[in-house]
C-alpha cells in the first residue's frame, strides 16, 4: 500500500512569491524514514526541506511545540535559518497553535535544542473554515539563534589564501564602520551551524566576484569544518531599500547547493562580526542584510545581536517575512 505525505512551498525573507528562498515543508512526516527524508530533499533540489514531527519526550518537557529537521539536497543540518522561519509560518498558517494578536511565541524543537520563535500578527483576513471565521494576518518571523560563539579568528596564512581564492588584495578585507584603528579579520562564528564570515570594505568588489573561481573557497570551507563561507560588505543594490549590508554564501559541496538565496543561519554570526567590529556594548545591534539579488531572488533578512558591556554577544535574532506559492502531495511506496 502506497503512503502519502502533504507538502508546501513557500518562499521566506520576502513578500512577493518568486522571491526570497524557497522552501520545502512537510507538516506531517512522522513516518518518514531519515533515508526516505533526505531522498526527498534531493528530489526537491531546493537550498532546504523541512520535516515537521512530533517533539521527543525530551523536547516536550521543554516546552517544544513541534519537532523540525532539516535536509539540504546532500545531508542533514543541525539547524537552519529560512526553513525555521518559513516551517513556523506554514504550522501558524494551518492552525497548528493559537494565534494571538499582535505576537504569539512558538518553540521549536532541533538536533540542537529547543528554541523559541516570535510571530508577529496584525488584523485578521479571511479564513479558509466556515464563514465568518477569520484568523490574524501572519507577518514577520523572528527566530532565536543558538547560543553564539566565536570559534577561530584566522591567521594571517589562512586570510591570505581566502584571498587568494577570491583574488583580492588583502587590505580589501575589512569593515569600514570599524575604523582604522580596528582591524576587522575574518572569522569562524557558530549560533547552531559554523560559518566562515568574510568582511569587505567594499560591496563593488563583492560584485566582482566570479562563481568559477570559488572551488578553492569552498575547500577551504571543508579544511576549516564549516558549512559556508559568507562575504559581506557595506550596502546594498537599492533592490531591498534599506539595506545595511550584502550578502554572498558559498556554500561546500557536500550541501549540494548551488546559491543559497537567503541564509539565515549565517545572518546571525554576520550581525555578531559586524557588531564587534562597531564595538557595540551594552545594547543592540542590527542590520538589514540583501542577498540573493544575483541571482534574482532579492531577499531581505533583519538581524540583531544583544551585546553585554564587555562586548559579548548575548543574544542573536533573526528575522524575515514569508509568502505560500504551492502545496501538492507526495506519494512513496
Known amino acids: 500500500m502506497s503512503r502519502r505525505f502533504r507538502f508546501r512551498t513557500v518562499d521566506v525573507f520576502t513578500d512577493r512569491p518568486f522571491r526570497g528562498n524557497p522552501l520545502a515543508v512537510f507538516p506531517e512526516a512522522d513516518g518518514l524514514t531519515d533515508a526516505e527524508m533526505q531522498d526527498i530533499a534531493r528530489e526537491m533540489n531546493l537550498s532546504e526541506t523541512s520535516f515537521v514531527l512530533t ?31 518559513g516551517t513556523a509560518w506554514v504550522l501558524a498558517d494551518e492552525g497548528r497553535f493559537p494565534l494571538e494578536v499582535p505576537e504569539t511565541k512558538v518553540r521549536q524543537e532541533l538536533p540542537i535544542g529547543v528554541l523559541p520563535l516570535t510571530l508577529r500578527l496584525s488584523g485578521a483576513r479571511s479564513g479558509d473554515g466556515p464563514e465568518g471565521d477569520e484568523k490574524p494576518e501572519i507577518g514577520e518571523v523572528t527566530m532565536t539563534q543558538g547560543a553564539p560563539e566565536l570559534l577561530q579568528h584566522l ?51 563583492m560584485d566582482d566576484i566570479d562563481r568559477d573561481r570559488t572551488d578553492e573557497l569552498a575547500e577551504i570551507c571543508e579544511e576549516l569544518g564549516v558549512v559556508s563561507a559568507a562575504i559581506v560588505a557595506p550596502g546594498g543594490s537599492g533592490q531591498i531599500a534599506d539595506a545595511g549590508a550584502s550578502v ?80 501538492g502531495w507526495l506519494t512513496l511506496p
Not at 519526550?57 to 525555521?84: C, I, M, N, Q
Request: glycine share 10%; proline share 7%.
Open 155 to 205: 591567521d594571517d596564512d589562512q586570510v591570505d589564501e581566502i584571498c587568494e581564492a577570491l583574488q583580492v588584495a588583502r587590505d580589501n578585507i575589512g569593515w569600514p564602520a570599524a575604523g582604522e584603528d580596528r582591524d576587522v579579520i575574518p572569522a569562524i562564528i557558530s549560533t547552531g551551524l559554523a560559518h566562515l564570515i568574510i568582511p569587505l570594505r567594499d560591496r563593488a568588489l
Open 248 to 327: 554572498r554564501i558559498f556554500d561546500s559541496s557536500e550541501m549540494r547547493i548551488d546559491v543559497d538565496p537567503a541564509t539565515g543561519a549565517a545572518a546571525g554570526p554576520i550581525a555578531v562580526l559586524l557588531g564587534q567590529a562597531e564595538g557595540i556594548r551594552d545594547g543592540t545591534f542590527r542590520v538589514v542584510l540583501e542577498q540573493g539579488v544575483e541571482i534574482g531572488r532579492p531577499s531581505r533578512l533583519v538581524a540583531e545581536v544583544d551585546f553585554t558591556a564587555d562586548g559579548r554577544a548575548s543574544e542573536v535574532r533573526v528575522a524575515g517575512t514569508t509568502v505560500p506559492v504551492m502545496e
Open 55 to 85: 517533539p521527543t519526550e525530551g523536547g516536550r518537557a521543554k516546552g517544544a511545540d513541534y519537532r523540525v529537521r532539516f535536509f539540504t539536497p546532500g545531508l542533514e543540518l543541525p539547524f537552519a535559518g529560512h526553513p525555521s522561519i
